[in-house]
């Protein structure tokens, strides 16, 4: 009656979960090979490295990655997003960008309240190059922050902005 078929726990039917999940996960197949292993550290990189693979590990629910632009940051969002997937998480990784342009697509639709509370139970997001162009696109961000928050889901930010001109509600929940 409409159900979808889930894949059994059999091999044939994990691997059938992970293809379906990385197709879901929002990494462009380009980008496959950004793996944390695959990470070449920069100077002052090797900290940014170490926390990403404390938040695979789930040490870390809330990591927010900043510094400036070629530092990699993307290449660790890419990383982190694979590693949980291979670990049997769902992960999904959302350039901000594209994510506000599909909001906005949806925005004043039903569809748009879907979004927003599919955005806040994917088990793991990465939001990638966080940064909006409104104040409207700010507060959508600010709320899936809140979504995530209220709900204690594992969240990694990266910016390339100074994290004073970041929201302080959404800092004060990664410092907290």
């Known amino acids: 009656m409409g159900t979808t078929p889930r894949p059994c726990d059999c091999p044939a039917g994990n691997a059938r979960r992970m293809r379906l999940w990385l197709e879901a996960s929002g990494v462009p197949p380009a980008r496959l090979g950004e793996t944390l292993a695959a990470f070449q550290p920069r100077p002052g990189t090797a900290e940014a490295l170490a ?5 695979v590990a789930g ?36 350039n901000a960008l594209l994510l506000l342009s599909e909001l906005r697509s949806v925005s004043g639709t039903p569809r748009m309240l879907e979004t927003m ?24 961000l600010e709320e899936i922050v809140q979504r995530r ?3 204690k889901r594992p969240l990694l930010v990266t910016t390339n902005r100074d994290i004073k001109d970041l929201p302080a509600p959404m800092l004060s929940r990664f410092f907290e």
């Open 51 to 55: 926390a990403a693979r404390s938040f």
């Open 59 to 94: 040490d870390l629910t809330w990591l927010l990655l900043y510094g400036g632009v070629g530092n990699g940051k993307s290449h660790l969002a890419h990383g982190v997003t694979l590693a949980c997937l291979e670990g049997g998480r769902r992960a999904l990784v959302a």
């Open 117 to 140: 509370k599919e955005l806040g139970a994917i088990p793991v997001l990465v939001i990638d190059d966080y940064i909006w162009a409104t104040d409207l696109e700010g507060r959508w």
């Open 149 to 151: 928050y209220l709900d």
